[in-house]
């Protein structure tokens, strides 16, 4: 059936700086996509990563200014 949603879908929100939300933006115009398709595939990219490298980018967001 058109416009019903998949029942394994969960709303997900969160908060992120203004210029990283233009980038998500910016990426998502290019590729033809919507900005949470470009969400999905970062997370995807990130579970995909060894433990190691998911701690190493966690520490180096967490330990940031920006």
């Known amino acids: 059936m058109s416009n019903q949603r ?7 929100g969160g908060f992120i700086l203004k210029k990283h939300k233009a980038k998500i933006l910016e990426l998502a115009a290019s590729h033809g996509a919507y900005q949470s398709d ?9 579970m995909a990563l060894p433990k190691g490298k998911q701690r190493e980018l966690l520490l ?7």
């Open 38 to 46: 470009v969400v999905k595939a970062m997370a995807a990219n990130f």
């Open 6 to 12: 998949r029942a394994d879908k969960a709303s997900f």
């Open 60 to 66: 180096n967001v967490i330990g940031s200014d920006e």
